[in-house]
């Protein structure tokens, strides 16, 4: 059974840097697609950051320069490496992969900036 694990989130001043990770359960993410998701208070979610089964990334144009996506074979863990946060990267963020053509997600974790 898949499941996804997100942890790392907490509150940060602006300017300061997060690291969340997304263990990853019954699938590698080695194989697996693998992208980051906020949803912020009366916002739509949107998807923040990707890397492919390639190992190839992407991200919004809000957080380009700022945040970066990797994977840790070993612990089967997804991270996205937070830095110079903002007031505006308030949110909750989960994880999410594609195994066999279906989507799973973890049950995020909350990340406040704030001074």
């Known amino acids: 059974q898949v499941h996804l694990v997100e942890s790392g989130g907490g509150l940060v001043q602006p300017g300061g840097s997060l690291r969340l990770s997304c263990r990853v359960y019954g699938t590698s993410v080695s194989i697996s697609a693998t992208g980051w998701y906020r949803r912020a208070p009366g916002k739509e979610r949107e998807l923040v950051a990707s890397?492919?089964?390639?190992?190839?990334?992407d991200y919004a144009d809000s957080v380009k320069g700022r945040f970066t996506i990797a994977r840790d074979y070993a612990k089967n863990t997804v991270y996205l490496q937070m830095n110079s946060l903002k007031p505006e990267d308030t949110a909750v963020y989960h994880c999410?992969?594609?195994?066999?053509?279906?989507?799973?997600w973890g049950q995020g974790t909350q990340v406040t900036v704030s001074s």
């Open positions: 999410k992969t594609k195994y066999k053509l279906k989507d799973y």
């Open positions: 890397i492919t089964s390639r190992g190839n990334t």
